[in-house]
C-alpha cells in the first residue's frame, strides 16, 4: 500500500509538472558603466549587457533614451511599434529613438542563447527601461 502511494504521488508530481505552464526566463541585464557626459548637461551615457535564454523576451517597453544596440551572440528579433521587426546575428545593430516604443525583443532561437550590447544616451539617474502596456 506504502509503495502504490508513493507510485501515486510521484505520478501526480509528474503530471503536475508537464501541466504547469512554462515560466519564460528573464533576460539577465549586466550593467556595465554609467558616464556623466561632458557638454551634455543632465545626460549620462550608460552601456550593459541582456542575455536572453532560448526563447526568451521581453515585455513591450520604452527607454525614453537614444538607444544602440550591438549583437555579440545568436540571433535577436527587434521591433519598434509602426516598424518592421528584423533578425540581427553577431554584429548587427539596432536603434531606438527616446519616442520609439519596443514592441517586440526575443531571442530568436528557441535552443541557442543570445546577447547583446547596449548603449544609452539618456536623463542622469532615469531608469534605463520603462514598462508599457
Aim: proline residues 8%.
Amino acid at each position: 500500500m506504502r509503495y502504490r502511494i508513493a507510485a501515486l504521488a510521484a505520478s501526480i508530481g509528474i503530471l503536475s509538472l508537464l501541466a504547469a505552464p512554462a515560466v519564460a526566463e528573464a533576460p539577465k541585464v549586466t550593467p556595465l558603466m554609467s558616464q556623466d557626459l561632458v557638454g551634455l548637461t543632465g545626460k549620462e551615457g550608460m552601456v550593459l549587457t541582456v542575455e536572453y535564454a532560448p526563447g526568451a523576451s521581453s515585455s513591450k517597453h520604452r527607454h525614453n533614451a537614444h538607444t544602440f544596440v550591438y549583437v555579440l551572440e545568436g540571433s535577436v528579433v527587434m521591433q519598434v511599434e509602426g516598424g518592421q521587426a528584423v533578425t540581427l546575428g553577431p554584429g548587427q545593430t539596432f536603434y531606438e529613438s527616446p519616442h520609439d516604443i519596443h514592441s517586440v525583443s526575443r531571442n530568436a532561437s528557441d535552443s541557442h542563447p543570445a546577447k547583446f550590447l547596449v548603449f544609452f544616451v539618456k536623463d542622469k539617474g532615469a531608469p534605463p527601461v520603462v514598462p508599457v502596456k
